[in-house]
């Protein structure tokens, strides 16, 4: 059983008691063994809940293993064994953090929870205004458009389109701020007490920590979204094109998660990246047959792949570790 059985039984028990634009890829980097770069290769809800402080009580699974990776520059970050729920490394796991678009994964999440993806869904008409006024990431969406749900995640996770969340969250609320609600609503059934969202992108509205998450709650998220075989079909893409049709223009989408297709054994999950919260990557690699899942936070700005990098070394060292229990 995977940890995400396990931690969304807990998450349900729990609550029945109690800019960011994603990361441009620079196509084409590898990463070596010691996560380094190698040569090139071929509207929103008008109330913010703020966090109470820096950081909050720990909770979960705790690290069995010594030592840490060397290297890692991000601020925050945690990697867990996704079958057996042992945390081999974290760094901060528990401290309160803008999460950029790596809240996409809870919007797609809701989306595929709704089911009939295959539905056609019009692209409304205040969409580019809201890519312009924010700098957002955009999957190039036209007022008017007919396309599927399905064709939007791709659009959604890969690019990471604020057009495409904007799109899902019009439709699928009805309108933005109650499809807030529910991310915020779902969050809390899975657990996922030190997570809130303001927007279906994670946009830095209206503060750059008005949405915000930890390490231990990604973790989670991370997992539970995995369980979906279309979620994990779509973030293990490296590209996705949609041909000129009747109802729409010609669209192609890349991944922005520089571990797809450049590290071996990487299968997704999703970037982000705001000022302030640096580069994100919410990730899993799997190797032997044995599948690690984390995330990294606040990554410094050295490049559009800091992020990738940082889960390259974490990956590359934990995978070196002899398995324990």
Not at 176 to 188: E, G, Q, Y
């Amino acid at each position: 059983m995977r940890l995400s059985a396990r931690l969304l039984i807990a998450g349900m028990a729990v609550a029945v008691l109690g800019s960011a634009a994603g990361c441009s890829a620079s196509p084409g980097l590898a990463y070596d063994e010691a996560g380094h770069p190698a040569s090139p290769a071929g509207s929103t809800s008008a109330t913010t809940a703020q966090p109470q402080a820096a950081t909050v009580p720990a909770s979960g699974p705790r690290i069995l293993v010594s030592g840490a990776p060397r290297g890692v520059k991000a601020k925050a970050g945690i990697l867990a064994d996704a079958q057996t729920g042992q945390v081999i490394w974290s760094l901060s796991p528990d401290t309160v953090r803008p999460i950029a678009s790596i809240t996409k994964v809870m919007t797609a999440y809701l989306v595929i929870q709704a089911g009939n993806v295959d539905r056609q869904v019009k692209v409304p008409g205040g969409v580019e205004d809201y890519v312009w006024k924010y700098g957002a990431s955009s999957d190039g969406l036209h007022p008017g458009e007919a396309l599927t749900t399905r064709q939007l995640l791709y659009g959604l996770l890969l690019e990471s389109g604020a057009d495409a969340a904007y799109t899902l969250a019009t439709v699928y609320g009805p309108g933005i701020s109650a499809f807030v609600a529910k991310m915020n609503t779902t969050a809390r059934q899975l657990g996922l007490l030190h997570t809130h969202f303001t927007t279906p992108d994670g946009l830095p509205y209206p503060t750059e920590m008005s949405t915000y998450s930890t390490p231990q709650d990604l973790l989670r998220l991370g997992e539970v979204a995995m369980e979906s075989p279309l979620f994990r079909l779509i973030v293990d893409t490296p590209f996705y094109s949609i041909n000129k049709a009747a109802g729409h223009v010609a669209h192609w989408w890349g991944n922005s998660n520089e571990l797809i297709g450049q590290y071996h054994g990487a299968i997704g999950i999703k970037t982000g990246y705001t000022v302030l919260a640096g580069h994100c990557l919410l990730f899993e690699a799997v190797r032997g047959g044995r599948p690690l899942i984390g995330v990294v936070l606040g990554s410094p700005p050295t490049g559009p792949g800091a992020g990738a990098q940082d889960a390259a070394r974490v990956l590359n060292w934990a995978f070196a570790l002899k398995q324990t229990g």
